[in-house]
């Protein structure tokens, strides 16, 4: 079973607002990974944890702050935002974060800021 | 020049047309490649991951020439729910790590 759940599938959020995305995968992944897809443009990387420690931040606004409490879950702590900030938030995983994984996709949270 | 470069199309088919999708490359260390689709407002998914010596899935057949640092893709007997984004998905290698790099997608729009 090859699935990654995210939650929330939408969040309308002000730019002084606290919200956390959350990602969860029971598939034994040891990568998991943020992405930030605008309308129409590919998914852009955020971060990728490897084995629970941060491997790559893709120089991404401290307004975002990833957090891997385990090996299943994954959070983005939003903070901050501007309205420029509203995509779509992919999280996705695979099996060892080596070059030849495949990743899996979640659903995505559509994100909007007001 | 761009990392991962695909015709945006739309490529408007009918059904039952064969249609094939080209993807260029920029770095010759990447060693993974893989075709995702996108339906809209919907996450990838993975259609296939291409190798070497070229594969196929049914009506999809994929094929990767390392030297021209081309990829393609080719859909044959095109369905009305092949309409969607196609995402070329390459690996670029970074220190010790590396990261997919995704093109910009190629749109099928197949036609009664």
């Known amino acids: 079973d090859t699935e990654v759940t995210q939650t929330p599938k939408h969040l309308v959020m002000g730019m002084t607002n606290k919200k956390s995305l959350k990602c969860e995968q029971h598939?034994?992944?040891?990568?998991m990974y943020w992405y930030k897809q605008k309308a129409k443009k590919p998914p852009e990387l955020m971060f990728v944890y490897s084995y629970e420690k941060l491997s790559i931040n893709e120089s991404v606004p401290s307004r975002f702050s990833p957090e891997c409490p385990n090996s299943s879950l994954l959070n983005l702590h939003l903070h901050a935002l501007q309205p420029e900030d509203s995509a779509l938030y992919l999280c996705?995983?695979?099996?060892?974060?080596?070059?030849?994984?495949?990743?899996?996709f979640g659903p995505g949270t559509r994100l909007t800021v007001l | 020049r761009k990392e991962v470069e695909q015709d945006p199309g739309p490529f408007n088919v009918p059904e039952g047309a064969t249609v094939a999708f080209n993807c260029t490359y920029s770095n010759s260390a990447s060693q993974s490649f893989f075709w995702y689709r996108q339906d809209c407002r919907k996450e990838p998914k993975l259609l296939m991951s291409?190798?070497?010596s070229g594969n196929e899935d049914g009506r999809f057949t994929a094929q990767l020439n390392r030297a021209s640092q081309y990829i393609s893709l080719l859909i044959r007997d095109s369905k009305l729910s092949d309409s969607a984004t196609y995402l070329c998905v390459v690996n670029f290698p970074m220190d010790s790590s590396y990261k997919l790099i995704f093109g910009s997608g190629t749109r099928l729009l197949v036609r009664p």
């Open positions: 598939m034994g992944h040891r990568a």
């Open positions: 996705a995983s695979s099996p060892s974060g080596v070059r030849t994984d495949t990743q899996y």
């Open positions: 291409v190798y070497s």
